[in-house]
C-alpha cells in the first residue's frame, strides 16, 4: 500500500507542475537617487545596438542616420511628501531631452510631448515605462550599448535636481 | 486482495493522465489575436537595403512576423523590436524558419538603407523595408495599418507618426494568422512563433 501511495503523490505532482506557468518576478530596489521627497529607482536606458548589424551599415548611411539616434529613459519615481512635477531632464548622452508620452487608441500608438512636466502625486508614484511616459533622448551623441550606462539630470519644480545613473539595457 | 487490485488500477490511470495533462495535450491557445479563418496575407513587394526588391510571397516556408514602424519612433519601436528579438533567442533553432520583416511607415524621412540598418541593430537577421510613400501606402490599407503624421511644434522631434503598432504572424504557407497588440511579452512571442514554425 506505501508503494501506491507514493505513487500517488508522483502522479500528482507530475499533474501540478506539468503546465505551470512562469513565475513572476519582482525585485525590491534600492533607490538610484533620492532628493527632497522625491526618490528615483531602476532608471535605465534602451540600448541603441545588440552589437549586430553594424558592420553592414556603409560610412554614408551611418552619417545620415546620426542625426536620427532617439533613446527613450525609463525609471519610478516616488515621493513620500507633497505632490511634485518632474519638469525636464539633461545628458550628456543626447543633444535635446524631452518629456513625451505615448496614448494608446485602439493600438494607434500617438507620441506627444508632456506639457507641464510629469506629475509625481503625494505620498505617491509614477512610473516610466515602455509605452508610456518616458524621458526621450533625442539625438543620442553616441551609441548606447547594453552594460553601459548614461548619467541624467532630472529637475523637480520643488525637489530640484538630482542624477541617477540609468543602465543601458536591451530590454 | 481484490481492492488492492483496483487500487493499482486507479493508480496506474492516474499516472497515465497525469502525463498527459503533463505533455500539455490539450489543443495550442495562441496568446495573439487569432485570425479565423487564416486568410492568405495580403503579399507585397518593397526594397531592402541597397534597394534589392523584398516580396513577401517569396518567405513562404518561414513564419513571417511583420512590424510598421519608423526609425526616429523612440519608444514603442524600440519596446517591440528588443522584444522580438529576445523572442528570437528563446526560439533557438527554430528561429532559422523565421523572418522578422520592419515596414517603414514613414517613407519620406526612412530610405530602404536606414529603415534596414536601424532593425539590425536590434538583430543583424531583421529586414527593413522603405519604399516610395505610393508603394507603402497600399500595403498599410492591405493590413489595416493606420499612420498618421503629425507635427510636434514644441519638439525638437519635428514630426511623429501616430501609427498601429501591432505585430503580424503570418505563418509557413503565406496565412496570415495572429496579431499581436502592442505590449505583449517577448514570451508570448516565442510562444506563438514556436507553434507556427512547429505547425504549419
Redesign the interface.
Known amino acids: 500500500m506505501k508503494q501506491f501511495r507514493i505513487l500517488l503523490v508522483v502522479a500528482s505532482m507530475i499533474i501540478l507542475t506539468g503546465c505551470g506557468g512562469s513565475a513572476g518576478q519582482t525585485s525590491a530596489e534600492a533607490p538610484a537617487a533620492t532628493v527632497g521627497d522625491v526618490r528615483i529607482t531602476g532608471p535605465w536606458v534602451r540600448a541603441t545596438s545588440m552589437g549586430g548589424g553594424e558592420a553592414a551599415t556603409s560610412t554614408s548611411d551611418t552619417a545620415a542616420m546620426d542625426d536620427v539616434k532617439m533613446g527613450a529613459a525609463y525609471m519610478v519615481i516616488a515621493s513620500s511628501g507633497g505632490a511634485d512635477t518632474l519638469l525636464g531632464a539633461s545628458t550628456d548622452a543626447a543633444k535635446t531631452v524631452e518629456l513625451h508620452t505615448v496614448v494608446d487608441q485602439n493600438g494607434v500608438m500617438q507620441m506627444r510631448p508632456v506639457e507641464g512636466g510629469i506629475q509625481i502625486p503625494a505620498n505617491g508614484k509614477v512610473e516610466l515605462k515602455p509605452g508610456g511616459y518616458h524621458v526621450m533622448l533625442i539625438g543620442l551623441t553616441k551609441d548606447l550599448q547594453a552594460g553601459d550606462s548614461v548619467d541624467l539630470t532630472l529637475q523637480f519644480e520643488k525637489a530640484g535636481k538630482a542624477t541617477v545613473k540609468a543602465q543601458v539595457r536591451s530590454q | 486482495m481484490k481492492t488492492?487490485f483496483h487500487?493499482?488500477t486507479v493508480?496506474l490511470a492516474?499516472?497515465a493522465?497525469?502525463?498527459l495533462?503533463?505533455?500539455?495535450a490539450q489543443p495550442y491557445t495562441f496568446r495573439g489575436t487569432v485570425i479565423e479563418p487564416p486568410n492568405p496575407a495580403p503579399d507585397f513587394t518593397l526594397l531592402g537595403?541597397d534597394g534589392q526588391p523584398f516580396q513577401l510571397s517569396a518567405k513562404k516556408g518561414k513564419v513571417v512576423l511583420l512590424f510598421f514602424g519608423f526609425?526616429?519612433?523612440?519608444?514603442?519601436c524600440?519596446?517591440t523590436m528588443?522584444?522580438v528579438?529576445?523572442a528570437r533567442t528563446q526560439l533557438g533553432d527554430d528561429a532559422k524558419n523565421t523572418e522578422v520583416v520592419f515596414v517603414t511607415v514613414d517613407p519620406e524621412?526612412d530610405?530602404p538603407?536606414?529603415t534596414?540598418?536601424?532593425?539590425?541593430?536590434?538583430?543583424?537577421g531583421?529586414v527593413g523595408l522603405s519604399g516610395t510613400p505610393e508603394q507603402i501606402e497600399p500595403v498599410k490599407k492591405a493590413f489595416g495599418v493606420?499612420a498618421?503624421k503629425?507635427d510636434?511644434p514644441?519638439?525638437?522631434?519635428g514630426y511623429?507618426v501616430?501609427?498601429?503598432?501591432?505585430l503580424y504572424l503570418i505563418d509557413k504557407q503565406g496565412a496570415w494568422r495572429a496579431i499581436m497588440?502592442?505590449?505583449v511579452s517577448?514570451?508570448d512571442i516565442a510562444s506563438d512563433t514556436r507553434y507556427l514554425v512547429r505547425n504549419s
Open positions: 488492492l487500487f493499482k493508480v492516474l499516472i493522465g497525469a502525463f495533462l503533463g505533455g500539455c537595403a526609425t526616429r519612433c523612440p519608444d514603442v524600440p519596446t528588443a522584444d528579438a529576445s524621412r530610405t538603407a536606414a534596414d540598418a536601424y532593425v539590425k541593430r536590434y538583430d543583424p531583421f493606420t498618421i503629425r510636434l514644441n519638439s525638437k522631434f511623429t501616430d501609427h498601429s503598432a501591432f497588440p502592442f505590449g517577448a514570451d
